[in-house]
C-alpha cells in the first residue's frame, strides 16, 4: 500500500478522539442521543480544526446501526464504508472545484429520492463559501425545506462570505484554533504508536510552528521524522520547521539587556541568511518575551510556557527585566508585525523595532529577596515618593495654617458653599492665591500632559473634563474652568476622583499639584476683577531717542486667556462682532 501522510492515517474516527472543540462535541452528541438533530448545520473555523472529520463522525453517528448513539461503533458495515469513503448516501461535495449552479441542482434533484441503505441522506458541502451567488441561490429553498431523510453539512473557513439567508437556515458550530497542549498530546499519541522515541521540547516547538492547526502540525511532524534517525530531537525540529533554539534568543535578549546594539543586528543578519522569515522572527520573539513574563509571574505557569524551558538561566533573566519593559517590547513588536504584513522590507522593519526596543528603559530587575540586594527600580519609586511628600508638605504650609498646639489637630471639612440660586461657588481666595503666583512654565507644563493623563481616565470620568480646560498654575496648584456648573460641582466635589486626577499629571509633570476648579462665568468675573487690581494689560510710555513709545506690560502673575477680555473700543467690538476675532488685528500707531 502506498505510503499515507500522518493526517490522513491518524484522522479522528470517533468524537473520543477529537482533540479541543468541546463546545462541538458536546452539543452534537446530545442531540443524537435525544434524537433532536437538525437538517442543516455550518462548522465554521481555521484550517485544520476538525471540520470536515466531525462531519464524517457525525453523519457516521447519524446512520449507525447501534443509533441512537453518542459514538458511532466503527465496525458496522455502514460506519466501515462511511469511513472508506465509498457510502452511497453520504456525499462529500467539495464547492471549491464544482461552484457552478449546474452541479448544485444535480445535488438538488437528487435530494428527494430516498437514502439507498442508512437511515439519513447526508450532503457534506466543503469550502462552501466558493459557491457561486446563482449556485447559493439554488441551493437556498431546499435548504430551508429539505425531505425528512437529508440533513445538509456545510464547512468554511471563511463565513462572512456566506449569504446571511444560508447562515440563518443553518445551525453555525465555531470551530475554535487547538491549544498548543492538544497538539502535543495528539503527537504523543502517534509516536507512541510508531514507537519513536522523542524529546518533548521538539514536539513544542512543532505545536508552537502549527499556530492552531492540527493538520499543520502532523505535517510537519511527518516531515521531521522523515529527517530524524532513531530520535526525534529538538534540533531536527528547529532545523526542519524553520524555528529557531531558545538559547539564540536568550542570546539576543541578553544583549539587548547590556544594549550591545551591533551584537544584536549581527544576530538578526546571521539567522535572516539562515533562510529564517523576519516576520516569523518578531513573532517567536513576542513569544519569547511572553515566556519570560510568566517565569516572572509564577512558578506554577510552567506549562504553559511554549518556547522557554524553566531552566534557571531563564529564570534568573526573566527577573533582569521589570514587567513594564517587558510589555513594552512586546508591544513594539506587534505592531512592527502588523507594519511587516504590507511591506517587502520586512528585515528593516525588525532592525529598527530591535533599535527602538534598546532605547526603552528597563526600571531595573525585579526584586529577588536576596539579601542584600537593593532593586533599583524600588530605589526610584522611593526618590519619586519623597517628592511628593515634599510637594504635599508646601501645599499644606501655603494652603492652611497648623495651630502651635504639639499635635496638629484634624482639619475640618469644609462646608459646601452654595450661591443663592443652588449652584457651584468657586473658591475665589484660593484661586486668587493661585493667580499671584502663576507662571507660563506651569501652564504649558499642565496643558502639554492634559490631553494624554485624560486618556489614562476612565471614560465617565473623561466625559466630565471634555469641557474643561486649565487656565491658570502656580507651582503647587492650577486652576480648571468649566464650560458647564454641573461637571464643575461633580468634579470640585468628588475629593477622589480631582486626587487621582493630580496623580496622573504628577506621572507626566514631576509636580503633585492641587485642582482647583470654577464655571465659566465664575472665571470671567474673578478674572477680570483680579486683572483690574493687579493693573495687568496696562500701557506705559517712555521716550526712546525723542519719541513716545507705548509698550504692553506683561508681568507676573500670568494668565492664559487674558487676551480674551474685550477691548473697550467700540470700533474693535463691533469688528470683532462683524468679522470674528481670529480676523481682527489691532495694531497701535
Not at 77 to 86: D, H
Not at 426 to 443: C, F, M, N, S, W
Request: with cysteine; proline share 4%; charged share 25%.
Amino acid at each position: 500500500m502506498t505510503y499515507q501522510a500522518f493526517y490522513r492515517v491518524y484522522r479522528p474516527q470517533s468524537f473520543r478522539e477529537m482533540s479541543g472543540q468541546t463546545h462541538v462535541k458536546r452539543t452534537l452528541q446530545n442531540a443524537l442521543l435525544a434524537n433532536k438533530t437538525t437538517h442543516a448545520y455550518l462548522f465554521s473555523g481555521p484550517r485544520g480544526t476538525g471540520k470536515t472529520s466531525t462531519a464524517k463522525i457525525f453523519a457516521k453517528a447519524l446512520n449507525c446501526e447501534q443509533a441512537p448513539t453518542n459514538e458511532p461503533c466503527n465496525e458496522c458495515p455502514t460506519c466501515q464504508s462511511i469511513t472508506e469513503g465509498s457510502h452511497p448516501d453520504v456525499i462529500e461535495f467539495d464547492a471549491a472545484s464544482n461552484s457552478r449552479v449546474e452541479e448544485m441542482r444535480d445535488i438538488i434533484e437528487k435530494v428527494r429520492f430516498a437514502p439507498a441503505d442508512a437511515r439519513f441522506k447526508v450532503y457534506i458541502i466543503d469550502e462552501v463559501h466558493m459557491l457561486s451567488t446563482s449556485a447559493f441561490n439554488a441551493l437556498l429553498k431546499t435548504l430551508e425545506e429539505p425531505p425528512p431523510h437529508a440533513v445538509f453539512i456545510l464547512a468554511t473557513t471563511e463565513p462572512h462570505k456566506l449569504p446571511a439567508t444560508i447562515i440563518s437556515r443553518c445551525q453555525r458550530f465555531d470551530f475554535k484554533r487547538l491549544s498548543s497542549t492538544d497538539i502535543f498530546e495528539r503527537m504523543k499519541v502517534i509516536l507512541e504508536d510508531i514507537n519513536l522515541p522523542y524529546e518533548d521540547q521538539a514536539l513544542k516547538v512543532i505545536a508552537q510552528a502549527a499556530a492552531g492547526g492540527m493538520r499543520d502540525a502532523l505535517s510537519l511532524l511527518d516531515q521531521v521524522v522523515s529527517f530524524s534517525g532513531e530520535t526525534l530531537t529538538l534540533d531536527n525540529a528547529l532545523l526542519v520547521s524553520g524555528s529557531i533554539s531558545q538559547d539564540v534568543f536568550y542570546d539576543v535578549v541578553q544583549a539587548l539587556k547590556n544594549k550591545e546594539i551591533a551584537q544584536i543586528l549581527n544576530s538578526i543578519e546571521e539567522l535572516i541568511a539562515d533562510g529564517k522569515d523576519p516576520l516569523r522572527l518578531a513573532e517567536d520573539l513576542i513569544t519569547f518575551f511572553r515566556d519570560l513574563l510568566l517565569l516572572q509571574t509564577s512558578s506554577d505557569l510552567v506549562e504553559l510556557l511554549e518556547l522557554v524551558t524553566p531552566e534557571e538561566k531563564f529564570v534568573a533573566l526573566s527577573h533582569e527585566f521589570s514587567a513594564d519593559t517587558l510589555y513594552g517590547y512586546i508591544d513594539i513588536l506587534a505592531k512592527t508585525q502588523q507594519e511587516m504584513r504590507f511591506s517587502h522590507h520586512t528585515k528593516i522593519y525588525l532592525e529598527t523595532a530591535l533599535l527602538k526596543m534598546v532605547q526603552v528603559p528597563n526600571s531595573g530587575a525585579v526584586t529577588t529577596g536576596v539579601a542584600g540586594h537593593v532593586d533599583p527600580g524600588l530605589n526610584d519609586k522611593v526618590i519619586q515618593l519623597e517628592k511628593l511628600v515634599q510637594q504635599l508638605s508646601q501645599q499644606l504650609a501655603n494652603g492652611a495654617q497648623l495651630g502651635n498646639t504639639a499635635m496638629p489637630q484634624k482639619e475640618a471639612p469644609r462646608p459646601r458653599v452654595k450661591t443663592q440660586g443652588g449652584g457651584y461657588q468657586a473658591p475665589a481666595g484660593r484661586i486668587r492665591e493661585v493667580l499671584k503666583g502663576a507662571t507660563k512654565q506651569d501652564i504649558q507644563k499642565i496643558k502639554s500632559a492634559w490631553a494624554e493623563s485624560l486618556g489614562q481616565l476612565q471614560k465617565s470620568q473623561a466625559a466630565l473634563l471634555a469641557e474643561a480646560e486649565p487656565v491658570a498654575a502656580s507651582d503647587s496648584a492650577f486652576v480648571v474652568k468649566f464650560k458647564y456648573d454641573i461637571h464643575c460641582q461633580m468634579v470640585a466635589e468628588n475629593r477622589e476622583f480631582t486626587h487621582l486626577f493630580s496623580q496622573i499629571l504628577s506621572q507626566k509633570t514631576g509636580t503633585l499639584y492641587e485642582v482647583l476648579c470654577i464655571p465659566e462665568t465664575q472665571w470671567v468675573t474673578l478674572r477680570e476683577n483680579f486683572i483690574k487690581e493687579n493693573g495687568l494689560n496696562q500701557k506705559k510710555e517712555h521716550t526712546d531717542e525723542g519719541t513716545l513709545v507705548q509698550e504692553t506690560v506683561h508681568e507676573q502673575p500670568f494668565i492664559e486667556d487674558t487676551y480674551e477680555i474685550a477691548s473697550e473700543d467700540p470700533l474693535i467690538t463691533e469688528a470683532e462682532k462683524m468679522f470674528g476675532k481670529d480676523f481682527v488685528e489691532v495694531v497701535d500707531e
